[in-house]
């Protein structure tokens, strides 16, 4: 039961005014019965967070005046309009202008409390949408690392104490989670912001060319170096290099990134010349690099040099609080870059916002209300075989949710094989034997043609 949402009731009829108000105050509404659309004029505004609910025949403004009002004021505010038999045409048309409901009399009493329920969840949405949106048009733009949970204010607060100061920092978390966020900040937040930040994903790169993007090479260094080329690490000096999955870095590119560490000096391929470099290196693993087993064949010398500072940051699971807040923000975000209008929100996209896990944290959030803005994601939640009666066996349960969370990890990564494999922590060939069970076509997931 809902209780305490204010409802606004007006009626001519004295007593059956004050009969419905008594139904609705037993269902545990707070009720303001009112005998004049004008004085229901009087006391609304935007910020009204419950019900109106009004008689259509009135002396003075009917109840269709009233809702037209109404709407000058917030179009989004829920109406109810109990109306007599003859009125149902004229109220079918209210509907289709936007009154949320309507109600022939004589009507049950749970008849008029359901509809009202629903009209006070629908509010209760409309106006945390607000709310959550106000809050994130005045998150600024160099500030996107959104979240009011207290991990997140620690996060903010131990990059600021470290950004002024050259020390490389180990970043760690999952897939999605924001670690090329927290180098950029850690940029844009010190001395070096005049500088470039470059960023390189050591696990996107093959063996054959990394060593080549990182230290440069001059003409003729090897088959195909027909020009000059300035590395990455030189060309961050007086800046900032962002080096993601550093655990997918090749041994043999460690062991001269060792050097780069402790000289603070590159060498490119096919010369002996030494050129020093103003550096300080962000590097970010989605594995444990402390835990041997996690860090494999990735050097622990190199681990230990790069962890002069280690941040992590929390899976959006762990923070769930800051879901609708970030939500709302990313739907501002996509609102603007295609031209559409944030949607009203849905019982189904803040079920979804509450209970999904968020495996591909916060990038799969974000296409999630890309989606939502498009009009991509259905009104109302799949199915489920228990709440539909059809009792599933645990088995066949478990394999929904295999096949659930292995969609939303390829949504994430838009079917990308490589990083969806790398998130689920499965081999390819498992993989690609869950997708066959499943049914799930990778193409499907993928925005490339």
Same mark, same amino acid.
């Given at each position: 039961?809902? *209780? ?59 109840? /269709? ?45 749970? +008849? ?15 106006? =945390? ?23 997140? =204010? ?6 600021? &104490?470290?950004? =002024? +100061? ?45 060593? *080549? ?44 990134? /060792? ?19 103003? /550096? ?49 923000? !990313?739907? =501002? ?10 949607? *009203? ?30 009009? /991509? ?22 394999? &929904? ?9 390829? +949504? ?18 498992? !993989? ?18």
């Amino acid at each position: 039961m809902i *209780s305490a949402v204010p409802v606004l009731l007006i009626d001519d009829d004295h007593a059956l005014l004050r009969a419905t108000a008594q139904t609705l105050e037993l269902a545990g509404f707070e009720v303001s019965p009112l005998q004049s659309a004008a004085g229901a004029l009087a006391v609304l505004d935007a910020g009204f967070e419950g019900v109106v609910i009004s008689d259509i025949r009135m002396p003075g403004i009917d109840g /269709l005046q009233l809702f037209g009002r109404i709407r000058e004021i917030d179009d989004e505010m829920p109406v109810i309009l109990i109306t007599g038999h003859g009125d149902i045409p004229m109220a079918v048309k209210a509907i289709q202008d936007g009154v949320y409901d309507f109600i022939a009399k004589p009507f049950p009493a749970e +008849t008029l409390v359901q509809a009202v329920r629903r009209a006070a969840e629908m509010r209760r949405l409309v106006i =945390e949408n607000r709310r959550l949106r106000e809050a994130a048009t005045k998150i600024e733009d160099d500030l996107p690392l959104i979240g009011q949970t207290p991990a997140m =204010e620690r996060l903010r607060q131990t990059l600021r &104490q470290i950004a =002024e +100061t050259d020390v490389d920092v180990l970043v760690t978390g999952e897939t999605g989670s924001g670690k090329e966020v927290v180098a950029r900040l850690l940029h844009d937040w010190s001395r070096r912001a005049r500088g470039n930040f470059v960023a390189l994903n050591c696990g996107a790169l093959p063996e054959q060319i990394i060593e *080549s993007e990182l230290f440069g090479h001059e003409p003729g260094a090897f088959t195909g170096a027909q020009k000059k080329r300035i590395g990455r690490i030189e060309h961050s000096s007086g800046g900032t290099l962002f080096l993601d999955e550093i655990e997918s870095m090749p041994l043999s590119a460690q062991v001269q990134m /060792l050097r780069v560490l402790e000289m603070r000096e590159v060498t490119p391929l096919g010369t002996n010349e030494v050129r020093p470099v103003d /550096l300080r290196i962000v590097a970010a693993a989605k594995v444990d690099l402390g835990d041997p087993v996690q860090r494999k064949s990735f050097r622990e010398d190199l681990y230990y040099r790069l962890n002069v500072v280690a941040v992590s940051i929390p899976p959006l699971r762990e923070r769930r609080e800051d879901v609708p807040l970030l939500f709302s923000y !990313f739907a =501002e975000r996509a609102a603007r870059r295609f031209g559409r209008e944030v949607p *009203s929100p849905t019982p189904a996209v803040a079920r979804h916002l509450k209970e999904h896990a968020w495996p591909g944290n916060v990038r799969e959030l974000s296409h999630f209300a890309e989606r939502v803005v498009l009009g /991509l994601e259905p009104a109302e939640p799949r199915s489920d075989p228990i709440a539909d009666g059809a009792l599933a066996s645990l088995p066949e349960r478990l394999e &929904q949710q295999e096949a659930a969370i292995i969609r939303a990890t390829l +949504t994430s990564f838009d079917g990308d094989v490589q990083r969806t494999v790398a998130a689920l922590g499965i081999p390819r060939k498992t !993989f690609y034997d869950k997708l066959q069970r499943h049914g799930i076509v990778r193409s499907d997931f993928s925005k490339k043609p």
